[in-house]
């Protein structure tokens, strides 16, 4: 540890809250998918701020339109009409389906909404059913809503009592859900991969099988495509792989570049909202919402949907390469560049650090599970640099065989 790392950790014990447990390094900068750390060590990021810097950092995009917009306006309220606001709006539905769209800060806001949604929706088409129907392993965020429609108990129990009218059945099963639907039921409400629980995708049979059971039922279809979308996927939202499309769809991480934004698209039948329903002080301010449009505009301009999945693509291929040579891997999933690797040991925690340590930044969501969601500029010169410094970590970490 440094004198530089160490005073800035003393500070952190005393001033922060401890709810985050961060890596032993403290980053200052970033370019590309490069971070540096406060002594002047770089590192290749694979972690990409977790899902959230799909153009990497300090992208001229998203920095030109922050300065830009910065000096015009940086907030107005909704209490006046914005064009910023506009841009992104149109934007994102030309990526998505018929909808509009509410903005607002983060993912579990956008969540929030979506049930909000769900149980106006209810009131109005379902005799006030109101049950929502979500998944084991779902993660949602941390706002009292989202965390009843998230799955882990670790999160949940320290917070009880939570919103009722939330049941989790098991994922990617199409015949949980059926079962489960009764007159209570107003939605189902999941993530088309699951991202938190370790990278697991639903098929894309399951998706199409929720769209025609929410139609034969009368159920709204609500999608979290908070991690899987962006183009992470390969395409722009991870349930255009099933050719399907959602009644609602909450957004957040990559759409700011970086910066805090969520929103919500409300296709045809989900449109509900009247004036005064919902609302945010912050939502969709002109420099967000100026920056998203632009974060739009270059994933489309640089073609990062295709380059996620050419690379994606490489970056799997190397990670079933290490499998093969004797790596502790058991199975490699996921879509793009949003990848899980499950282990056949509990190693995950030490390889992070290990692999740290080598200049690569990688997250684990379990204690054998990791997590590759990079920036979606990752080259594929980067993609096996990745692969052989991970490489190099599985050599390195107790319990290789
Ligand atoms: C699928 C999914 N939904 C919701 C959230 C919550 O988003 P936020 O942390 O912006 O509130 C996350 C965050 O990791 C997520 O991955």
Known sequence: MSAAFSAIEERAATVLMH?????????????????????????????????VNVLGHAHPAVVGTLVEQAARAIHLSNLYFSEPQLDAAEKLVATAFPSRVYFCNSGAEAIETAIKIARKWGKLQRNGASTIICARGAFHGRTMGALAATANRHYREPFEPLPRGFIHVAYDDLGAVETAVDDSTVAVLMEPIEGQSGVVPMSDETLRGLRRLCDERNLLLILDEI???????????????AGIVPDVMAVAKGLGGGLPIGAVLAGPRADIFTPNDHGSTFGGGPLVTAVAAAVIEA?????LIENAARVGERLRAGLLRLAAEGAPIAEVRGRGLMLGVVLTQP????????????????NATGASALRLIPPLILTEAQADEAIERLAAAFQLVEGRP
């Open 299 to 303: 994933i489309l301009r640089e073609g």
């Open 347 to 362: 190693v995950a925690q030490q390889l992070v650090g290990t692999a740290l340590r080598g200049g690569l930044l990688i």
């Open 227 to 241: 991690q899987s979308g962006m183009g992470r996927t390969g395409k722009w939202w991870a349930h255009q792989h």
């Open 19 to 51: 709810t985050y447990v961060p890596q032993p390094v403290a980053m200052r900068t970033g370019k590309g998918c490069i971070l540096t750390d406060v002594d002047g060590r770089e590192y290749l990021d694979l972690a990409g701020g977790i899902a």
